[in-house]
């Protein structure tokens, strides 16, 4: 596999060089290496970085922290550490800790923890974001979602909403991409591609790694709510945004 990576980077260039490398490359390591090149850029990509390490399992955050170590000898953590700050580091770290209970929903504890949150937010002056940071990655996406009705349900708003109002920067964007694929994990895919080529210029690297690690995954779950969302379908939305080979690629992977 190595010698035909190899070769491949010597025949092709460019962005559909980025993209054929990417499919080769397996997902965690894949996934890794972006994680990487966020941290080691110029100016750390904090948006790349809560798209990877805010948005999936903890199966998924094992195997590219697993990757990482493997192919910098580093800690994934550490890396985070010298690069991040602030209330921001302490959510990817949380995330990256796997200490999600993905199995356990008790509707029974929803609205004392709706009633945590609100007391953390907008129920004090100032927010408590280590208490929000402790609740999201904490309680599995089932028992959240609850949580987050009985929030409604007692405040009148979404938390999604009191996120919105109460924070800001990198922290605001990190809590809100968990919030939303709690809610709805295809929507929040769905809303990362569609940014990836709105305004001038295309955001080639977000795209191409939107579709690379979606299409086995979640791609038609995506595709609808695109349509849903935009009126439009996610083919098209490529068609008009790329060209060539790139373009070819990636209507391949999107359309299966």
Do not use: W
């Not at 390591?29 to 809560?50: C, D, F, K, S």
């Not at 909403?161 to 809610?183: F, H, N, P, T, W």
Request: glycine share 8%; with cysteine.
């Amino acid at each position: 596999m190595q010698d035909l990576v190899k070769d491949l980077k010597s025949e092709l260039s460019g962005k559909f060089e980025e993209a054929i490398l990417a499919l080769m490359t397996p997902l965690p390591l894949y996934l890794a290496q972006e994680v990487h090149h966020a941290i080691q850029g110029i100016g750390t990509n904090e948006r790349t970085l809560v798209e990877i390490l805010c948005t999936r399992d903890n199966q998924s955050l094992m195997a590219i922290k697993n990757a990482y170590y493997q192919h910098y000898r580093k800690k994934l953590e550490d890396d985070l550490r010298g690069d991040t700050s602030g209330d921001f580091r302490r959510l990817l770290i949380s995330m990256c800790a796997c200490s999600r209970d993905e199995n356990t929903c008790d509707p029974a504890l929803a609205p004392n923890l709706a009633q945590q949150l609100y007391n953390a937010g907008v129920g004090k002056v100032g927010t408590d974001e280590a208490e929000f940071n402790r609740i999201l990655s904490t309680y599995s996406y089932p028992m959240l979602r609850i949580v987050f009705e009985e929030y409604k349900k007692i405040k009148g708003k979404s938390f999604g909403d009191a996120l919105d109002s109460e924070l800001s920067g990198d922290l605001k964007m990190g809590m809100r991409a968990v919030y939303d694929c709690i809610q709805n994990r295809a929507a929040y895919f769905a809303k990362e591609l569609h940014d990836s080529m709105a305004g001038m210029g295309t955001r080639d690297r977000a795209l191409i790694r939107l579709v690379v690690s979606r299409c086995e995954i979640d791609m038609g779950n995506i595709k609808q709510e695109y349509h849903k969302m935009y009126s439009k379908s996610l083919e098209h939305a490529i068609k008009n945004d790329t060209s060539g080979d790139l373009k070819k690629l990636l209507i391949g992977m999107v359309e299966g």
